[in-house]
């Protein structure tokens, strides 16, 4: 059965179509890849599943374990088990680590989940989420709150560019973890070979899903830009 559902969304700004009639979902506890290149709407569908402010379907449904969820807030989906780790991480000025990672739930441990993102307890749990960490630093200190709060559906949107702030190997290990914490995980990005790390992973060009299917399929199909929408003008 299907965790999240998204039935034939459209979303437009200006008359301009941004998704057309795109159909999409994710079982539970599965590990879901959703390709595509810079500018085909994956951060948008991410913003619309997580109720971004601004972010309101033109047409469709998104559904969430069998309920319509269009009309949500962002923190009416969020107590429903959604999360979202942004392109660019926020800073949160002035917060402590240890106390952005206790948010999620009471007897939270944080320095464990500092260690699961390759980050040494002893030199960052003192610290402050402010300008002085580097990109990579707060990239992995967020992905550390998302393994602590355990949601139902993490949705894990890599940035456009600074794509070198952590490995495949180490995305690798962070999204394994959430699987077995019984976490279902949407992973956007431009990058074909993420798709190794997916149970299912599904190409989206122009505003619609093109194919959904086995990672390797997705991912070559993806890799040769064949998508029959764009003519190439969007992927390359």
């Known amino acids: 059965m299907a965790l999240l559902e998204v039935r034939s969304l459209s979303f437009h700004v200006e008359n301009k179509a941004i998704l057309e009639e795109l159909d999409f979902s994710v079982s539970a506890n599965e590990i879901h890849a959703l390709l595509g290149s ?5 951060s948008t569908l991410a913003q619309l599943i997580m ?11 998104i559904i969430f374990d069998q309920q319509v969820i269009n009309d949500l807030p962002l923190f009416e989906r969020a107590r429903l088990g959604i999360t979202m780790a942004w392109q660019e991480p926020a800073r949160f000025e002035g ?3 240890w106390n952005f990672l206790a948010l999620g739930k009471p007897g939270v441990q ?6 699961r993102v390759g980050l040494d307890p002893d030199l960052y749990i003192g610290r402050v989420l402010d300008k002085t960490l580097s990109g990579g630093e707060r990239k992995r200190i967020e992905l550390a709150s998302i393994l602590a709060m355990q949601p139902r559906l993490a949705i894990l949107d890599e940035p456009a560019s600074g794509i070198d702030l952590l490995s495949i190997g180490e995305i690798a290990g962070v999204i394994q973890t959430l699987k077995r914490d019984g976490t279902s995980v949407v992973l956007i990005s431009h990058r074909e070979e993420i798709a190794s790390i997916a149970d299912r992973a599904s190409y989206l060009c122009g505003g619609k899903i093109i194919y959904t299917g086995p990672p390797d399929q997705v991912a070559e199909q993806y890799k040769s830009r064949a998508c029959g929408v764009c003519d190439g003008v969007i992927c390359r």
């Open 95 to 97: 917060l402590g680590v």
């Open 38 to 42: 810079n500018g085909t709407g994956k």
């Open 51 to 61: 109720g971004c402010s601004g972010y309101q379907p033109s047409a469709g449904e």
């Open 110 to 115: 944080p320095p464990a989940y500092l260690e």
